[in-house]
């Protein structure tokens, strides 16, 4: 599957660099770029392969939150210039939030602060602004009240008097898998909108690709030469919305983007992209749901196959998914809906070190899952009595 991903990716939807073109020419630079892909891809796959053999958790999913941990890290305490290879200045201070901000107050004057925009800067107008900040700090304190937040079915054995248990029904119940799901489609779209755009042989499709007959690209994503973020478009209404600067700074200063859209054009990007990544998610939950034995007719049967029952309630697996029933599926909607809101409007004020809010939502439930197999690990080597004592059964 590495190489079948890779190909496409490097022949039709990123070019290489032009040092590379020029020493090797385009075939093989694009045959080394394939291949780094597929041996790095190659080397991630045996390290998680042994982790999760030997360690704890999964070997990719240390990967993702290890990224975007760092991402994070830098963008909030990093030290050098904005621009690389100039001095620190007003308007070239440290990039990271916190020495940006100290570095501003103790430098800017009263007049630096107030009438040539020093607070917009360190508010809104950085590369890792304060605003960032604040909602990177936000959505890691959400996600984890959310991912700790459950409903708990009470639930006993009926040949074991006395043997109870609980299944719980978490608030995030379809976890993080339906932004994913909606991230990927919406990269998909990009890349194909691109494709039909400035490939030699796709943009001669009819009305969908550029040179083609009755071409009506545009209407489905325009891009400058060279760009791999589309400029108009469907794509482009339907693409992410990166930080304040893309909608709420035109909206502050009256004015249009970088490419020159309309205020309407704009709030018009905001809301559809906002509107398919909330929906997105809340459609990709249910599937998530269904498709992986997860729905409550699939845990109906896996509690009857245990024994269990709802005390109250014959044991009957009909009675039993009659009762999920009442929480599975609003509490699945609701999930999908809440994470990819959530990730949305991480996007829109931005996230320190554009982790982006799909990849902080990800590295946030990667640690809460990784600490919780941890607990789990300690509690087996407890003695059974104070695992009882501290409710680790």
Do not use: C
């Not at 100290?102 to 360190?122: H, I």
């Not at 559809?272 to 749901?289: C, D, N, Q, R």
Request: charge should be negative.
């Amino acid at each position: 599957m590495i190489p079948i991903e890779s190909i496409p990716q490097v022949y039709g939807f990123l070019d290489p660099s032009e040092t590379v073109i020029l020493d090797y020419g385009v075939g093989w630079a694009n045959t080394l770029i394939v291949s780094q892909l597929f041996i790095g891809s190659l080397l991630v796959f045996l390290l998680d392969e042994l982790v999760s053999k030997w360690g704890i958790g999964s070997g990719i999913s240390l990967f993702i939150a290890a990224g975007v941990a760092q991402s994070t890290f830098v963008g909030t305490l990093s030290p050098l210039p904005t621009v690389e290879g100039s001095a620190l200045s007003i308007e070239n201070p440290p990039s990271g939030t916190l020495p940006m901000i100290f570095y501003v107050l103790r430098t800017a004057s009263n007049q630096d602060l107030v009438s040539d925009n020093g607070f917009e800067l360190m508010l809104l107008n950085h590369a890792n602004p304060i605003a960032a900040l604040i909602s990177s700090i936000i959505v890691f304190v959400v996600v984890g009240y959310a991912e700790s937040s459950k409903l708990e079915l009470p639930l006993t054995h009926g040949k074991v008097r006395g043997h109870r248990g609980q299944y719980p029904i978490r608030l995030v119940y379809a976890s993080n898998i339906p932004v994913i799901l909606m991230a990927a489609l919406l990269a998909n779209l990009n890349m194909f909108t691109l494709l039909f755009w400035s490939h030699p042989v796709l943009s001669t499709t009819p009305i969908i690709g550029r040179n083609g007959w009755g071409s009506r690209a545009e209407w489905f994503g325009a891009y400058k030469p060279g760009a791999t973020t589309p400029h108009d478009g469907f794509a482009w209404y339907a693409s992410m919305v990166n930080g304040v600067g893309d909608w709420l700074l035109p909206l502050l200063n009256q004015t249009g983007d970088v490419y020159g859209h309309s205020l309407p054009q704009i709030m018009l990007h905001v809301f559809t992209y906002v509107f398919f990544m909330t929906a997105g998610s809340t459609v990709f939950a249910k599937f998530w749901i269904e498709t992986t034995n997860m729905g409550a007719k699939d845990v109906a049967k896996q509690i009857e196959r245990t024994g269990m029952q709802i005390p109250g309630f014959r044991k009957n697996p009909v009675v039993l998914e009659r009762i999920l029933e009442r929480y599975i599926p609003p509490v699945t909607l609701f999930s999908g809906a809440f994470v990819g809101l959530l990730a949305a409007g991480a996007d829109l004020l931005g996230t320190v070190g554009n982790a982006t809010g799909t990849g902080l939502l990800l590295a946030v439930g990667i640690i809460l899952r990784t600490y919780e197999q941890i607990q789990k690990e300690q509690a087996m080597e407890m003695h059974p009595v104070l695992r009882e004592f501290f409710g680790a059964d």
